[in-house]
């Protein structure tokens, strides 16, 4: 029988799951994931993990104990360092193994290698090896697995970046679906409004803890960008404006991209998604709000959710800032 190795569908899930998905399928082991969040994984993360922990955090653990109770025989929770030999993840994703191993019990085996490009030449296929090798995979199959995991990862990527919000681009991953016509980032009629949606993306695209925040706006004929769907190369070469350089990951994605689509206008509105509870965003979103101020007459909203965010109050702010966006277009007409 093959092994089940559970996989949390959260956190970097939403960028990952192909590679980590297609790696582990193709080394033999069956790939269980816990699911969409929902009440019972928020109530079980809220109860066990740590009381001072983000919502994200908390999201994750729920979805950590959902994968035990589907009795899976490992759980991958790497220790994602560095992916692009510059900026770090946040340090809950660094101890996200010792905060489940210090917190839960009754686990099965975790597979927690360590993801640092900084570390040199193949540092990426080293931590891949490891997480075969606990699973008795010998290294051609690893090296096999590991080669396809890639090309899955550049195909959703690729996807990503011709429009598709990463729930898209995972359906058709996961049903081996045709690709339809890309949906465009900014293609619009002349009364559509575009939003962008900055932040996390395992608050954007999830469902539940956002309160459906792409598809009311889909609803109210917004059209939605992310971070996800911008080109990677121009977002990468923005220059540092600040004093010192964001140091964290997501933090200095959603500044670039706030650079990147004020150069390149086509947004009426920007949103940022923070979590309660996130260290980085406190920073981050003040920074954000003066460069959008400074750079353009760009309307910019905050908007940060926690474990008891609600269908009401997230509507009607969304609905009072579309209307304020549209009077002002209006008025620049
Ligand atoms: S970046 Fe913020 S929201 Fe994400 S895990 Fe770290 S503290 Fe939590």
Redesign the pocket.
């Given at each position: 029988m093959p092994a089940r190795v559970g996989i949390p569908g959260t956190?970097l899930y939403y960028l990952y799951f192909p590679v980590w998905e297609t790696f582990f399928r193709n080394i033999g082991a069956e790939v269980v994931t816990s699911g969409k969040t929902n009440k019972k994984a928020l109530d079980y993360g809220v109860k066990e993990a740590l009381a001072d922990?983000?919502?994200?955090?908390k999201l994750y653990f729920g979805h950590v104990l959902n994968l035990i109770e589907k009795g899976v025989d490992y759980l991958f929770v790497p220790r994602v360092v560095c992916l692009n030999g510059e900026t770090t993840?946040?340090?809950?994703?660094l101890g996200l193994p010792d905060m489940i191993r210090h917190v839960l019990t009754d686990l099965p085996p975790l597979i927690d290698v360590r993801m640092d490009v900084r570390e040199g030449t193949g540092a990426l296929y080293r931590a891949y090896s490891e997480a075969g090798r606990a699973l008795g995979a010998k290294w051609p199959a690893v090296a096999q697995a590991y080669g396809k995991a890639i090309l899955a990862g550049r195909r959703f990527f690729a996807l990503l970046q011709a429009g598709y919000q990463p729930p898209e681009a995972l359906e058709i991953f996961k049903n081996k679906s045709a690709v339809q016509k890309s949906p465009g980032h900014f293609h619009r009629n002349k009364t559509e409004l575009v939003f962008a949606i900055l932040g996390?993306p395992?608050?954007i695209h999830d469902q539940f803890v956002s309160v459906g925040l792409l598809n009311k706006l889909s609803k109210m004929g917004i059209k939605a960008v992310t971070a996800e769907n911008l080109p990677a190369k121009p977002l990468a070469r923005q220059p540092h404006i600040l004093d010192k350089r964001l140091f964290?990951t997501?933090?200095d994605l959603a500044y670039k991209a706030t650079q990147f689509l004020l150069q390149r206008g086509g947004v009426d509105g920007i949103i940022h998604l923070t979590?309660f509870?996130?260290?980085?965003?406190a920073m981050l979103d003040k920074f954000m709000e003066m460069l959008v101020k400074e750079r353009s007459s760009i309307p910019f909203m905050s908007l940060t959710v926690d474990e008891h965010s609600g269908e009401a109050g997230m509507t009607t702010r969304l609905e009072a800032f579309a209307d304020m966006v549209r009077r002002k277009k209006g008025a620049a007409a």
């Open positions: 956190l922990a983000c919502v994200p955090i993840y946040c340090p809950k994703f996390y395992y608050l964290w997501f933090s979590a509870g996130c260290g980085p965003d």
